[in-house]
């Protein structure tokens, strides 16, 4: 649905010095998938998307949409192809002087549809955003996830076949976050619509992404599907941001802290265990506990499902015989699960 080939977008700053705020991406969407892009403030994100309908035209490379390469259009000609394409915003840019039904019947003014026609347009896409009952309050009157509710609905008017979210949800409540992303999943299932997802937090891309693009200083320093990400980050960046989304990198910190039922006893063996690929399926905690007469402790846990399957970890207290303990963790290594050993309390130290 997508083809970015060799994007380069640069410009002049204050000095006349050329800044490159993408530097030579190519990225593939393929069509009814939800694709993510990520990165902290400045990596070049935004700047990106916004040349998929180029309202930022790239210094150089190709911009294809279902085939076509819009970058070789006519004035006309993208302005037709700019139709396929919906957007929405982190501040919503509805017009406070409009009502719902207004701000929605906006992009239909000149669709050749009658009155009567944008009527139940309108009525159609409000129904399809939980918001019926507000065709005539205006945007002030609104929270800010009925007012992004409103933004989606007036990006999907011209019925789009890729919807841009560019930190659609940065401004809102963890909640509210939350509804939003199950409504852009739900019009992914529905209608079939290519999303893509501009955001900051790794949590957005885990909750409802299929791919993920990860990009820093204007490069995409690594792409993939979001579980092989997960499971397997290479970039330092990535695991950065994965990190923010699990409990399981504050165990070091706990251990430094002296947090009671953290710090392993002597004779004891704190370990992560890591999920990577997506066969784990048995109990294999308890399994390792019993075939080799040990006690496991979970002290903290944080597994939740990601492209269908199990992704995450634990972090768990191994007490027992020297060796079985080793044996243990060879054994879960075996099962294709990641072991690091944060503190070993079996050394003099």
Known sequence: ?????????????????????????????????????????????????????????????????????????????????????GMIFQHFNLMPSRTVAGNIAFPLKHSGLTKEEVIAKVRELLALVDLSDKENA????????????????????????????????????????????????????????????????????????????????????????????????????????????SNLSKVEQMVEEGLPGVAPQKGEVLTRLSYRQKDVSEPLISTAARRFDLDANIILADVEIIGGAPIGGTVVIFHGESSKIDQAIQYIRDKHVGVEVIKDARNPD
């Open 1 to 85: 649905m997508i083809e970015l080939q060799n994007i380069v977008k640069s410009f002049r700053d204050g000095g006349e010095k050329q800044v490159d705020a993408v530097k030579n991406v190519s990225v593939t969407i393929n069509d009814g998938e939800i694709f993510g892009i990520i990165g902290f403030s400045g990596a070049g994100k935004s700047t990106l998307v916004r040349c998929i309908n180029l309202l930022g035209r790239p210094t150089s490379g190709t911009v294809k949409i279902d085939g076509v390469d819009i970058t070789a259009l006519s004035a006309r000609e993208l302005r037709e192809e700019r139709k396929k394409i």
């Open 138 to 245: 205006y945007p002030s009157e609104l929270s800010g996830g009925q007012k992004q509710r409103v933004a989606i609905a007036r990006a999907l008017a011209n019925d789009p076949k890729i919807l841009l979210s560019d930190e659609a949800t940065s401004a809102l409540d963890p909640q509210t976050t939350n509804s939003i992303l199950a409504l852009l999943k739900k019009l992914n299932a529905e209608l079939g619509i290519t999303i893509v997802v501009i955001t900051h937090e790794m949590n957005v891309i885990k909750q409802i992404c299929n791919r993920v693009a990860v990009m820093e200083n204007g490069e995409v320093v690594e792409q993939g599907d979001v579980f092989d990400i997960f499971a397997n980050p290479k970039h330092t960046l990535t695991r950065n941001f994965i990190r923010t989304t």
